[in-house]
């Protein structure tokens, strides 16, 4: 699966941005998708997840009520609704897409397919 992320920018702190990911197949739609972020001089970490059907979602608790994840399986596509963003959500935010369980969930090896990744950047 190919995964291509896009909507990253540059805003001020307390705007919103709406992040897509696309995916090459169908068969996106038979597997859990999460967003991961890096910022500078940090290691990659867990933003948020989605099982296949879109019912069951997990959250970083850092991110929690301002986040939504939400996916359209009937257009291969993933997204990452960001509101009231601060300057520590800077970063470059990547989908993935696997077959994690539960327990791995926040784990990013637990991903195998990634998108190229899209820049976040939130100025105060």
């Known amino acids: 699966v190919q995964l291509q992320a896009s909507g990253g920018g540059l805003v001020q702190a307390g705007a919103s941005l709406r992040l897509s990911c696309a995916a090459s197949?169908?068969?996106?739609?038979?597997?859990?998708t999460a967003w991961f972020r890096q910022a500078p001089g940090k290691e990659r970490g867990f933003v948020a997840a989605a099982r296949w059907s879109g019912s069951n979602t997990f959250y970083a608790d850092s991110v929690k009520g301002r986040f939504t994840i939400s996916r359209d399986n009937a257009k291969n596509t993933l997204y990452l609704q960001m509101n009231n963003l601060q300057p520590e959500d800077t970063a470059v935010y990547f989908c993935a897409a696997g077959r994690p369980i539960t327990s791995t969930m926040r784990d990013s090896a637990a991903y195998p397919y990634w998108g190229q990744g899209t820049l976040v950047t939130v100025s105060s």
């Open positions: 197949e169908r068969t996106f739609n038979t597997y859990t």
